[in-house]
């Protein structure tokens, strides 16, 4: 009976043993200076390496108060397993937020720079929407003042059609008088000249009836 109840805790002492080293894990040096990396579980072991406070390391297997580990160089060891941590020393978070307080930084700078080109690229907007809007002042001025020379000029038109076609009509009445006079011209120069005739003859008629009465008497 002792010797199957010896068995069963050897046999539970490997599945322990053998449960550690398939749960592996990665655990820190803790914030101690210095650790040493033994080549087997005491320290009368030799030293294989000097590991620092918060290097990472790779938990193979526990036994007892040491642990076996395989450092990031590819060294395996043993190590005492109380200055083991699962938790990042406090250098190493330290270390871990100078990283991202330097990205953050590098962000920061990269944000402001793009800040200040978004600014920059705003003002030549604003000012290339200002000159726009100055041209489509002077446009307008401009357009307004076209209108205002189309309604002037068409007024203008307006007023010389009408004068043009006054003057037409009066021509045309001036011509009809001028063709009246040039009508009474002629024919009071052919009543004068008929007058002028018909005096001739009678002055003819009568001078030739004294001469023919004088004729009688001789």
Do not use: H
């Amino acid at each position: 009976m002792k010797r199957f109840l010896a068995i069963l805790l050897i046999a539970f002492i490997l599945s322990i043993s053998y449960t550690t080293a398939c749960l592996a894990k990665d655990m820190y040096v803790g914030d101690i200076t210095k650790l040493n990396l033994r080549s087997g579980k005491g320290v009368k072991y030799r030293v294989i390496q000097t590991l620092d406070s918060g290097e990472k390391v790779t938990v193979i297997s526990t036994v007892n108060e040491w642990t076996k580990v395989g450092t990031m160089n590819g060294n395996e060891g043993w190590v005492a397993s109380k200055y083991l941590t699962i938790q990042k020393p406090a250098n190493i978070k330290i270390e871990d937020l100078n990283i991202q307080m330097e990205n953050l930084q590098e962000q920061v700078e990269v944000a402001i720079l793009e800040n200040n080109k978004l600014k920059e690229e705003n003002i030549n907007l604003t000012t290339r929407l200002n000159e726009n809007n100055i041209k489509l002042g002077n446009a307008e001025k401009a357009f307004n003042a076209l209108q205002a020379d189309s309604k002037e000029y068409l007024t203008l038109k307006k007023k010389y059609d009408k004068i043009a076609k006054e003057m037409t009509e009066k021509d045309l009445k001036l011509k009809s008088l001028e063709g009246k006079v040039d009508d009474q011209y002629i024919a009071m120069a052919l009543k004068w000249s008929l007058t002028g005739a018909g005096i001739l003859l009678v002055g003819f008629f009568l001078g030739f009836r004294s001469k023919r009465k004088r004729s009688s008497l001789l």
